[in-house]
């Protein structure tokens, strides 16, 4: 896939996947309205979403970049990615949308979004043991193999992935 068709779907994908998950629905939630918390939890909630997005971007930029494809199941991948923020843990999109939706939960003191964040971490741990890495497994075989025994898949490594020959820029 070229380059300009793997960002354009790519973009697609994040504001119809992530865009509706960690943004719309919080905000059909909660109004985005501030109810009364303690400022430092509101500060940690701040920081929270903003690495959450900026990860997710970083994310999305890699599928592009390194892998020729998008996030999408429609227009998977050419490469495996396995650089950047995939060296330290094989689920950071993931990750960094519940991130950003615990950073809105603690930013404007809505417990509600606390237990949304629980379904979409249940959705997604589901999705991704019953569909993406057999998917993945089945597409990309003893590569992929090799890095899920190497990266874990919801909590980082302290220190990257050298990996095996395979490029990680």
């Known amino acids: 896939m070229r380059k300009t068709d793997a960002a354009f779907g790519s ?3 994040f504001a119809v996947a992530p865009g509706i998950v960690a ?10 309205r501030m109810a009364p918390a303690w400022f430092p939890l509101r500060l940690a909630g701040a920081l929270l979403t903003v690495a959450g997005a900026a990860f997710l971007l970083s994310a999305f930029a890699r599928f592009v970049s390194e892998g020729r494809g998008t996030p999408a199941p429609v227009a998977p991948t050419e490469h495996l990615v396995v650089g950047g923020i995939y060296r330290y843990v094989r ?7 519940l991130a950003a939706i615990l950073g809105q939960a603690l930013l404007f003191g809505q417990p ?3 237990g949304y964040a629980a ?5 997604v741990v589901s999705f991704v043991l019953l569909y993406e ?11 992929y193999e090799t890095y899920r025994q190497a990266v874990p898949g919801w909590l980082p ?3 990257p992935w050298a990996g095996s020959g395979m490029s990680q820029k």
């Open 11 to 13: 973009a697609v994908f």
């Open 91 to 97: 689920n950071p999109m993931y990750l960094s949308v």
């Open 23 to 32: 943004c719309l629905i919080p905000w059909w939630l909660t109004g985005w």
């Open 119 to 123: 379904v979409v971490g249940l959705a």
């Open 157 to 159: 490594r302290l220190t």
């Open 133 to 143: 890495e057999p998917t993945l497994l089945k597409r990309y075989g003893a590569e």
């Open 112 to 114: 509600v979004l606390i």
